[in-house]
């Protein structure tokens, strides 16, 4: 006797649903990484002739392919990554060493 798998206890509704959520899915996760990396590169700026330049030096050897990986995806992941500098910042480093230095000897000893 045959069991019947989940999938034939669906509906033709559910079936319908299921497929299609699938299609949708696996046709928006297709195709996304040469726009992200053509937009990290717009977003870049000035920096854009230095990243092209580590894009060009590696896609001239088909040895460094990992290597373009690499500095695809970090290009890639460029967006979003920052960091915090300038007078405020420092003198809140400052204001922060000191008052753990206070604590650390009042406490140590």
Same mark, same amino acid.
């Given at each position: 006797m045959? *069991? ?24 928006? +996760? ?10 990290? $590169? *717009? ?7 230095? $990243? ?6 590696? +896609? +001239? ?6 290597k $373009? ?6 290009? *890639? ?7 915090? /500098?300038? *007078? ?9 060493? /000191? +008052?753990?230095?206070?604590? $650390? ?5």
């Amino acid at each position: 006797m045959k *069991e019947d798998s989940e999938y034939d206890n669906l509906t033709d509704y559910e079936k319908i649903y299921t497929v299609t959520a699938v299609a949708f899915c696996l046709f928006f +996760s297709c195709g996304k990484i040469a726009d992200r990396l053509t937009q990290a $590169l *717009e977003i870049s700026g000035a920096n854009r002739t230095e $990243l092209q330049k580590v894009l060009d030096r590696y +896609s +001239s050897d088909s040895a460094d392919s990992l290597k $373009l990986k690499a500095a695809r995806f970090l290009i *890639e992941n460029i967006p979003g990554h920052f960091t915090y /500098s300038g *007078e405020y910042l420092d003198r809140y480093i400052h204001y922060m060493d /000191s +008052s753990i230095r206070i604590c $650390l000897i009042q406490f140590v000893g």
